[in-house]
Each structure stands twice: as C-alpha cells, then as structure tokens.
C-alpha cells in the first residue's frame, strides 16, 4: 500500500496563477483533510471531508476550494495563487474523525 | 475548542526517558487528548491517544491527570531518531487543531 500521496512535492508559481494538488490514499479512509505549515509554526487545517462529496471548512479555507469527486482523492485548487499561500501542504485522511490520521510527504508551494 | 501549552523545547539524553508535558485545562469531558510528531520536514506521524485511562503502545505511554487538564507523553528510551517536534492535541469534533508543539533534543 501507498499510504497518502500528494501530486506534485515542489510547485513554483507566479502571482495570480492557479493550480490544483492532488491528495491520494489507498487505505479507503473516509476523512481526508488538507492542512498548510508555514515555517516554524503548526499545521493549520485548511479544508477537509467526511465522505465522497463533502467538504466543509476548517480553521484557514479563504483563497482555496476542495472537492472530493472521489473517495480516494482530495483535491486543493488555488484559483488566483498569492504570495501568502507560500507553504508546505500536507494532506492526511483517516478512517474517521477520531481515529489517528495519515499524512502525505507534503507539498512545497512558493508563490512569487 | 480546548487548547493545549506545551514548553517550546527540551533535551533529553539517549536511553533516558523523554517525558513531554502538556496542559489542557479547558478540555471537555468528551474530548480525547492526541499526540502526533513531525521529524524534520516530513508529515506528522500518530503518536498515541487516550481520553481518561492511561494508554501505552509500542512508542510511548500517555498519562492524564485525573482531572484530565494535563497529560504527559512518555518515550521510555528515547533515541536520536526520537528527535522532532511532538504535537499534543485535543481533538475538536473531528479536526485537530495542532499548536507549536514542543521541540525535543536528544543528545547522545
């Protein structure tokens, strides 16, 4: 088993550009969730979804849409990229909410 | 949302037992009390969890207070590879809020 993969691990973008990340998970997890670390800080939860065809907002969900088309893929768009998206996105799924989570190698984004 | 103060950082020698505390004096009685670790830059890893009983597993064992507003994450034999930064969360419906965590050292 893969475990969570994450499509591309290093983007660089330009201002206003936009692009989609791709989350991946082999283990037929329900919960997947996209998180954003910025240096030296925690993970800030940005969206996540408890099913196929639910997304709901978490804690930083402003400049980013999700969808979840797929029970084994969560995607994160950035419509207009800005330079205060520059962050390491990880994704993580679980087979519910309480359960422990499994994270993604992470995706380096740097918005120029 | 309960949150949780951890000391920023702290050093622990190799083969000691690494004691990590974390307090959570809001928490609710329904909410579980989680740690994670993130070793250098890679994805956070599940640690171990518990909600009023003590738990152990094959990495750590967590001890909660009675009144469940602190708990300690024990590594029995730390090793360098233990070297991270440790998150203690409590869980929020279903989302982790995680904080600055703690760094851990371990020296040889």
């Known amino acids: 088993n893969a475990g969570v993969t994450q499509t591309p691990k290093f983007r660089v973008l330009k201002t206003g550009q936009s692009m989609t990340l791709l989350c991946a998970q082999d283990?037929?997890?329900?919960?997947m969730y996209w998180y954003r670390q910025d240096p030296g800080m925690g993970l800030r939860l940005i969206h996540y979804?408890?099913?196929?065809?639910?997304?709901a907002k978490g804690e930083v969900p402003d400049g980013y849409n999700v969808s979840r088309l797929k029970k084994q893929n969560f995607l994160l768009g950035l419509e207009s990229a800005a330079p205060s998206q520059t962050s390491v996105y990880f994704c993580?799924?679980?087979?519910?909410?309480?359960?422990?989570?499994?994270f993604g190698p992470g995706t380096r984004l740097t918005v120029l | 949302d309960a949150k949780t103060t951890q000391p920023p950082s702290m050093d622990c020698a190799e083969g000691r037992a690494a004691n990590l505390p974390c307090n959570h004096s809001?928490?609710?009685?329904?909410?579980?009390v989680y740690w994670y670790r993130q070793i250098h830059s890679q994805g956070p890893q599940y640690i171990i969890h518990?909600?009023?009983n003590n738990e152990t597993n094959e990495m750590a064992s967590l001890i909660i207070t009675e009144d469940r507003k602190s708990s300690t994450l024990i590594l029995p034999h730390a090793t360098l590879r233990d070297t991270a930064v440790y998150y203690c969360?409590?869980?929020?419906?279903?989302?982790?809020?995680f904080g600055t965590g703690t760094r851990l050292q371990v020296f040889p």
């Open positions: 993580a799924s679980s087979y519910s909410g309480p359960n422990e989570q499994f």
């Open positions: 283990m037929n997890h329900e919960y």
């Open positions: 979804s408890v099913g196929e065809g639910t997304t």
């Open positions: 809001t928490i609710s009685g329904n909410e579980y």
């Open positions: 518990g909600l009023k």
């Open positions: 969360i409590v869980l929020y419906t279903d989302k982790l809020i």
